[in-house]
């Protein structure tokens, strides 16, 4: 039990995420709950949007250090073309503030997810440091091999040009050679500060130690160092209550759960009002905040929040439609619901692919559908033509994922690695 672990000596940790970004900030926010019931003095630093919301954050003893941070559009932008790259004085200005943020805080260990400067700072400041990662990132540990980039503009005349088979093989040296030109401000913070630069970006991602917060079965790696540990999924879901409007569901009717995140894209939520529009299906969407949309142009049988509580949302839902998100992928199998993921950048592919090759769902890119948006909707009926099977397939997901226990597990890695560390 959590509770009788014994906890020799409170430790100030800091946890800086990619904080525009809620789930990156959200996994960081429940780890620091736990860390905090712990006895930990636990800093949340980053952006306020989301880590020093108190509807978000929900423990008042958490506290929150701001930091300047690459805003949702600036990420989006690097993650969906192949040219753009952040400067390097927005990275010069990231690590200026972490290096202050070090000297007035002075924590015993900094924990990073996707925030790419600290894994500079952190070894300048010469604090321990552990990552948060995904499994698909750590290309190098990682069983799925790379396909082509299905989400790039120009993925569609690659295709067209070498075929699909042809562009999977070949694709994926070119974008290990993009990810590397993306990296390069980093790179060369690297070098004026005397650090050994890094191969690859599943190498820069590397910290002192390391936790995947994947499943083995979801997300395969192999040969893994000492200094890392599978721990499986952490992700932040919010605690609404359910909304008065679903006592109006006709639960005869097919039901479909609609969310894309944080970083949804406008015109791909008003393309998939269009499709749905006029048919049989009853969609519930969660918007996220992404789009400001007037009561006259919710179509008929929609029903709109800005947050809803995802798995309690999924238990009634038959069809679960999303951007690729970890958080959602995972509430998913929890409710064994299958989806279709509508990938709107290059991480979100990776989780596209695993569920379509495990059998639980359908991959399509923001590109795809948006160009033919019928696609959207021969996907769902031929999810619901074959539901019992993706169900199925689910459930040996939902059974693997109860083997672990994330937080749990999480939190007493990185307590053994600060008494290492001592």
């Avoid at 636990?42 to 978000?56: F, H």
């Avoid at 949804?264 to 400001?292: A, P, R, W």
Wanted: proline fraction near 5%.
């Amino acid at each position: 039990m959590i509770s009788e672990r014994v906890v020799k000596k409170s430790k100030r940790i800091v946890l800086t995420p990619a904080s525009n970004i809620l789930a990156h900030a959200g996994r960081c926010i429940i780890l620091a709950r736990e860390l905090t019931r712990r006895g930990h003095q636990v800093i949340l630093a980053g952006s306020p949007k989301y880590l020093n919301d108190p509807e978000v954050v929900r423990d008042k003893d958490i506290r929150f250090y701001q930091l300047p941070d690459l805003s949702v559009e600036e990420a989006m932008v690097m993650l969906r073309t192949m040219s753009k790259t952040i400067r390097r004085s927005s990275v010069e200005k990231h690590i200026d503030a972490e290096l202050e943020m070090f000297n007035v805080l002075k924590p015993d260990l900094v924990i990073v997810d996707f925030r790419l400067s600290i894994y500079i700072s952190a070894r300048v400041a010469k604090v321990p440091l552990i990552s948060l990662l995904e499994g698909r990132w750590i290309e190098q540990y990682s069983v799925r091999k790379w396909k082509a980039i299905r989400t790039l503009p120009q993925y569609p005349f690659i295709r067209l040009l070498l075929g699909e088979k042809t562009a999977d093989r070949i694709m994926p040296f070119f974008q290990r050679l993009i990810l590397k030109y993306k990296i390069l401000s980093y790179q060369a913070a690297f070098k004026k500060y005397g650090l050994e630069k890094k191969k690859s970006m599943g190498d820069l991602l590397t910290g002192d130690y390391n936790l995947i917060l994947d499943t083995q079965l979801w997300t395969p790696t192999e040969h893994l160092p000492g200094n890392f540990r599978q721990v499986g999924p952490i992700y932040w879901a919010p605690e609404n209550t359910m909304p008065h409007w679903v006592k109006e569901l006709d639960r005869k009717r097919p039901i479909i759960y609609l969310t894309l995140g944080s970083t949804g894209h406008e015109d791909l939520f008003q393309k998939l009002f269009k499709v749905f529009g006029e048919t049989e299906y009853q969609i519930l969407v969660s918007t996220g905040g992404q789009i400001d949309i007037s009561d006259h142009e919710i179509p008929k049988d929609f029903y709109l929040e800005r947050y809803l509580p995802g798995e309690e949302i999924m238990t009634l839902a038959d069809v679960v439609i999303h951007h690729g998100g970890t958080g959602t992928a995972y509430q998913a199998i929890k409710t064994f619901t299958p989806c279709i993921v509508i990938a709107t950048h290059f991480e979100q592919e990776f989780l596209g692919e695993a569920t379509e090759e495990l059998g639980v769902g359908i991959f399509l890119s923001m590109i795809e559908v948006l160009k033919n948006p019928s696609l959207i909707l021969e996907s769902t009926q031929k999810i619901f033509a074959h539901l019992e099977t993706y169900k199925m397939n689910m459930m040996r997901l939902k059974k693997d994922l109860e083997t672990y226990d994330p937080v749990r597990t999480a939190a007493d890695t990185i307590e053994d690695f600060l008494q290492m560390a001592a």
